[in-house]
């Protein structure tokens, strides 16, 4: 029992490792696509957006001001935050869901293997069902 908890543990780790791995490769993949491919196109969706222009005359020199329209961005930027928060908590339901769900599934596959080595052996319940089992193993004697 113990190197198969050790070999969960082991896969866990990997898991963890690549996922630290793929998140960022696949970040700057869609960076990289975007930057690339859409050549530019964030950039002028952005400046069309959130960025005003201005004519500044100085003296006979005219040149052109961009700034960025702070009341524009900050509620796009409040939306995006609220909705990346939803997007955060409705993956962890989910994940904490299912992993609820395996969890009682595999607490019951162990206790229908527990109770069927009782009905098929010579063995008191005490020695088959673990102190985590104690009330199965009552309710079984």
């Not at 690549?18 to 400046?47: E, R, S």
């Not at 109770?115 to 063995?123: D, K």
Request: net charge positive; hydrophobic share 50%.
């Amino acid at each position: 029992m113990k190197t198969k908890g050790r070999r969960n543990k082991r896969l866990r780790y990997i898991r963890l490792f690549a996922a630290l791995i793929a998140v960022p490769l696949i970040c700057y993949t869609i960076y990289y696509i975007a930057d690339v491919f859409f050549n530019g196109a964030f950039v002028d969706w952005f400046t069309h957006r959130f960025v005003y222009e201005q004519t500044v005359y100085e003296g006979e020199t005219a040149y052109v001001e961009r700034q960025i329209a702070w009341n524009v961005l900050k509620p796009f930027l409040a939306k995006v935050f609220l909705l990346a928060a939803a997007f955060f908590a409705l993956s962890l339901a989910f994940v904490s869901y299912f992993s609820q769900k395996r969890k009682a599934e595999k607490l019951l596959l162990d206790t229908s293997r527990k109770i069927h080595q009782y009905m098929h052996s010579e063995l008191e319940a005490e020695e088959i069902f673990p102190s985590e089992y104690a009330q199965v193993s009552t309710q079984i004697v």
